[in-house]
């Protein structure tokens, strides 16, 4: 039994992988896009995080967490909660990051995006698209 959740986990998680690096790479061009645009490095930091993941939810949805017993509608608002709180860790860390830091804002959300991503991929595979 353990191996087999060891071995599920393990599937989910390369499937997050795989779809959190294309996502990721949307969110960053869409975060240079409305940084030349003339907006705000956060306030763009900000929007760009809730437009991928609102596209990273039909990835989840279908394909990394296929076979979830919870409704779309359900499932979406649990998705934004956890998206929420990977929002507020991404913002934190993004604004310490570009004020305190020499670091390219670019540079700061790809390392922010480490610990906001696996936050975000835990929350969701705990609390959203389980089997029940």
């Not at 991404?90 to 922010?112: D, E, G, H």
Request: glycine share 10%; charged share 10%; proline share 1%.
């Amino acid at each position: 039994m353990g191996r087999l959740l060891s071995r599920h986990a393990a599937t989910l998680l390369a499937r997050n992988t795989i779809v959190s690096c294309g996502i990721f790479a949307f969110d960053i061009a869409l975060l240079w896009v409305l940084v030349q645009m003339g907006m705000g490095k956060v306030a763009a930091a900000a929007l760009a995080f809730i437009i991928a993941n609102s596209l990273h939810y039909a990835f989840g949805r279908g394909w990394i967490f296929k076979g979830t017993d919870r409704g779309l509608a359900e499932g979406y608002v649990y998705f934004l909660i956890n998206a929420g709180i990977g929002l507020m860790i991404t913002i934190s860390l993004f604004a310490a990051m570009i004020r305190w830091t020499p670091i390219n804002y670019l540079v700061a959300r790809v390392l922010v995006s480490v610990v906001s991503g696996l936050t975000v991929f835990l929350l969701n595979a705990v609390l959203n698209f389980r089997r029940l």
